[in-house]
Every structure is written in structure tokens, then in C-alpha cells.
């Protein structure tokens, strides 16, 4: 780990939360092909949706609560883009494999999938994404001027404590405390800032709500939260000035409540851009920072 203020600048890295992940492909019986970020130490797979244009903050809580309630969901992610035309909301879906082997995994997950990206209880569908949509979408953030690979590597990376620099785009990444009683107003208020913030060029927000609906240990229900919930927020920028600018123009924007629950992810930049990409490095999994 690196000391408070230093920086470490390499070539073609991957981070190591990345490094016992590899990419499968299955298909259910939908016809879907779906690639799946498979994680054999830690026992678990990784699926990547997107959602259509028109779901609103009600669709996509009544499907977490639907989803969560699937047999093997850990963990229930979704990232909203700024600046996408039309705006494409994606979810990422993480699943305990129970001891399972890959294969038997894979043929398992197979089979339990739809009740996720299609639950019977709701008219609501996403879209399965293919292998070769997962990896570009984690190499959009963590190598955005690299050949798409997964695991994603990048050509350049330089890591200060409190900025990141993937190719040539830098990052700011913040943690958003989500599990209190005022968690859907902060959500709406950060959603309203991806959709209306003015952007100058080369400028993107990208919002991510992890939810963990069955870990005992955060489960809250004696203070009326179901699921532990936590937000991450990443600006990007052409320049390190330009993402400073940005990062203090987004705070100096938000209530005073909000600003309250917002923390920087100081020395830990990385796990902000490779959640962003739709990249399983859960904080709570992890202890390194970077490998060549």
C-alpha cells in the first residue's frame, strides 16, 4: 500500500482485485449470451445488464427488491452514465457460487438468471450483455485509450491518494454513505446531477449504487433499512486541473445534507473506476493496490 501522498506510475496495469477474474460466456435458455466475471477465490460470478431509457428510480427499486430476494444474490449494482443519448442505466449482479465449480456454476446460473433480468412480478426487463460488452464497458474506465481486454489493462496509470489518471483521462472517485433514512432523497438528488449537469467537453459523472441484500452483517432492519447501501461517484476529466475544478463545482452543488454523507476515496481511487466499469472490486474484498 502507498504511503498518504505518494503516487506510482506504470505501464500496462491491471489492479490486482482483477487479477483472479476471469471471463466466461453461457447462454440460458432465452437464447441470451451473457458473459459473466468469474472469481474463483472468492467463489463468485459477475453478470452485466442494461436497462432501457425509460426506467425511472420506482422501476429499478421495485426490481432490486425482486432481485434481491433471488437465491445466490449477493450483491445488486447499477451505474447511471451522464451524457449518454439516449441515457442507458446498467446493472451489474453478483452471485455466490455455493461451492459450486465453474461449470457447475455456469450451468447452474443458466438456468436461475431470468428471474433477474426478467422477474415475473414486474414488467420490467434488461438486457443480457455478451462477453465482449463487458469488457469494453470495464476498458471505457479503466483503459479508455487501450485495446479492450479483459482483465482491463491500461497503457498509463499514475495513482496520487486522492486522483487517478487512466490512460489520458483523470479521475476523482467519492463514497456516498446510502444507508440512512434520507438514502432515496440523496439518490434522486446525485440522479439529478448525471441527468442536467452541464458538462464541458470531455467531462463525464457516472453514479453507482451498490446494494448487499443478504449479508447478515449489514442487514438493518431494526433501523428500517433492508439492504446496506453505499454510492460511489466518479468524475473524469481531459486534465488534472479540469477534474479538480470539477470534483469542487459538483460538491459546492450539493445540499448540505448530501455533503455530509460524501467522503473521498482517498489511496483508494482504483476500486471508484473499476466499479464505474461495472467491475466487481468490492471494497470489502480487497487489501492490494496495484500489480503490473
Excluded at 436497462?51 to 427488491?65: K, M, P, Q
Excluded at 438468471?113 to 412480478?121: K, R, T
Excluded at 463487458?134 to 497503457?155: E, G, I, K, N
Amino acid at each position: 500500500m502507498f504511503g498518504l501522498f505518494s503516487k506510482r506510475r506504470t505501464n500496462r496495469v491491471q489492479a490486482p482485485a482483477t487479477r483472479d477474474m476471469v471471463m466466461k460466456t453461457v447462454s440460458d435458455a432465452g437464447g441470451f449470451d451473457f458473459g459473466v466475471i468469474w472469481q474463483p477465490s472468492l467463489g463468485q460470478g459477475t453478470i452485466l445488464l442494461a436497462g432501457e431509457t425509460s426506467f425511472s428510480l420506482e422501476d429499478i427499486a421495485a426490481w432490486r427488491r425482486v432481485a434481491s430476494t433471488v437465491i445466490g444474490v449477493t450483491v445488486i449494482s447499477t451505474i447511471v452514465v451522464s451524457g449518454e443519448d439516449p441515457a442507458i442505466t446498467y446493472a451489474f449482479v453478483t452471485f455466490d457460487a455455493e461451492k459450486r465449480s465453474c461449470d457447475d456454476f455456469l450451468t447452474w446460473l443458466a438456468k436461475q438468471v431470468v428471474q433477474v433480468y426478467s422477474p415475473e412480478e414486474l414488467e420490467i426487463m434488461w438486457w443480457p450483455q455478451d462477453a465482449e460488452s463487458v469488457t469494453r464497458h470495464a476498458c471505457t474506465l479503466w483503459a479508455p485509450d487501450s485495446d479492450p481486454v479483459f482483465p482491463p489493462v491500461a497503457q498509463t496509470l499514475v495513482e496520487h491518494y486522492d486522483v487517478i489518471q487512466c490512460d489520458q483521462v483523470y479521475r476523482v472517485a467519492f463514497e456516498i454513505l446510502l444507508s440512512t433514512d434520507a438514502a432515496e432523497d440523496l439518490v434522486q438528488e446525485f440522479e439529478d446531477i448525471v441527468s442536467t449537469s452541464m458538462l464541458q467537453d470531455g467531462e463525464k459523472i457516472h453514479f453507482v449504487e451498490i446494494v448487499r441484500p443478504l449479508d447478515p452483517t449489514f442487514v438493518l432492519d431494526d433501523a428500517g433499512f433492508p439492504f446496506r447501501r453505499d454510492g460511489i461517484i466518479v468524475l473524469s476529466a481531459p486534465s488534472s486541473e479540469q477534474v479538480e475544478d470539477f470534483a469542487t463545482d459538483l460538491v459546492a452543488s450539493l445540499s448540505p445534507r448530501t455533503r455530509l454523507h460524501l467522503t473521498r476515496l482517498f489511496g483508494r481511487q482504483h476500486i471508484g473506476v473499476l466499479l464505474a466499469g461495472g467491475v466487481p472490486a468490492y471494497g470489502w474484498q480487497l487489501t492490494s493496490t496495484f500489480v503490473k
